[in-house]
């Protein structure tokens, strides 16, 4: 019998846990990529100079650079800044816009990433994408796999909660996604990757059903390992149809028609997950979900992020226009605007208000 398998690009290190960043120079070495101590690492201006100051005694051939933002301009000036030294990685410390124009410039000069996320806010920390700001917009970006994930959960705690929170609503929309996904494939015939499938539904569903707080380390582990695996199963598939359905149409929605008040990422897409699985008929794990949700503090009524209901009306049916080509429950109901109203006057019934 032929043994047929498939490499799945994932990173070579994932090391979740206190005090990890003290370690960072280590493991770098003990996995062999850098054994040399010659690391771009990218930092912001802000909290990066703390971390900046914890870390550099560790890393003394180490060459920091200072991030402006997370635009592709940022990300081009990183990788032309990185492309006039000798390095053996790049090295990401912070927020998810650091981490993006580290990603981007390290596919850019061909070097490895090693993603040090100093929050939770969203997948995109092990995720085979580069968000960024252009002058059109915002443009999603292909890039490899950090080589290297390494969250330091005192870190983590130190940031403030919204971040965290965030995170929770990005992963748990997983499941709402994954329902999409199999919809599609219902519908159209389009294929599902079973692996990333059961990767990224996992993930969620580790999140939903933790009885944790995000004050505590146990309950911070389960969330960054499911945004690792969330970010892992995009790279399996090749795309982002494990973490995004309507869910994310609707928090794209959200951030095009309203770009001066959208709310975070995680908070929009929860919201998202949460309303788009009444639509589906999963009324019970609608209402489950939106009590999760609510029991970390995250929004489940457009009210609740400072949106009239007729502005959500709005975004759910823009929402399908975000992602052309996307199938999802709202592309199948295909719901004109007194549909929507009257869908979302029994969905804040099912909930509770």
């Known amino acids: 019998m032929p043994v047929l398998t498939r490499l799945i690009p994932s990173p070579v290190v994932v090391d979740i846990r206190p005090g990890a960043l003290d370690d960072l120079a280590g493991v770098l070495a003990d996995e062999r990529i850098s054994h040399s101590g010659r690391l771009a690492v990218a930092v912001s201006g802000g909290s990066g100079s703390k971390l900046r100051e914890r870390v550099s005694p560790s890393l003394p051939g180490a060459t920091w650079y200072e991030v402006g933002g997370g635009t592709l301009d940022d990300a081009i000036r990183l990788a032309g800044d990185i492309k006039a030294g000798h390095y053996d990685a790049v090295v990401g410390l912070g927020g ?96 599902i990757d079973g ?26 582990q389960v969330l960054a390992e499911a945004l690792v695996l969330s970010g892992i199963a995009m790279s399996v598939s090749g795309d982002s149809r494990p973490s995004s359905g309507a869910c994310h149409e609707i928090n794209h ?52 992020i400072g949106f009239t209901v007729d502005e959500f009306v709005r975004v759910v049916e823009f929402a399908p226009e975000t992602r052309p080509g996307r199938y999802t429950i709202l592309e199948h109901l295909d719901l004109k605007t007194h549909q929507i109203k009257d869908i979302y006057v029994d969905y804040v019934k099912a909930i509770g208000s």
Request: charged letters at 20%; a negative charge; hydrophobic letters at 45%.
């Open 96 to 191: 998810g816009k650091i981490i993006d124009c580290a990603k981007f410039a390290a596919a850019r000069v061909g070097l490895p990433l090693v993603a040090v996320p100093t929050n939770l806010a969203h997948d995109g920390l092990c995720s085979p994408v580069a968000t960024l700001d252009n002058d059109a917009g915002r443009g999603s970006y292909g890039v490899p796999n950090p080589i290297a994930v390494v969250i330091d959960l005192d870190v983590i705690r130190e940031a403030p909660a919204r971040f965290v929170r965030s995170g929770i609503g990005d992963a748990v929309s997983n499941i709402s996604a994954i329902a999409d996904w199999e919809l599609s494939h219902r519908v159209t015939g389009e294929k």
């Open 195 to 220: 692996l990333a499938a059961a990767m990224a539904r996992q993930a969620g569903e580790a999140v939903l059903r933790h009885p944790g707080g995000i004050g505590e380390n146990d309950f911070l």
């Open 253 to 304: 929605a959200f951030d095009l028609l309203f770009p001066r008040r959208a709310a975070s990422h995680g908070e929009q897409c929860g919201l998202g997950a949460a309303f788009a699985m009444y639509l589906r008929g999963a009324h019970e794990q609608s209402a489950y979900m939106a009590d999760v949700l609510r029991r970390h503090g995250l929004p489940v009524l457009p009210e609740e």
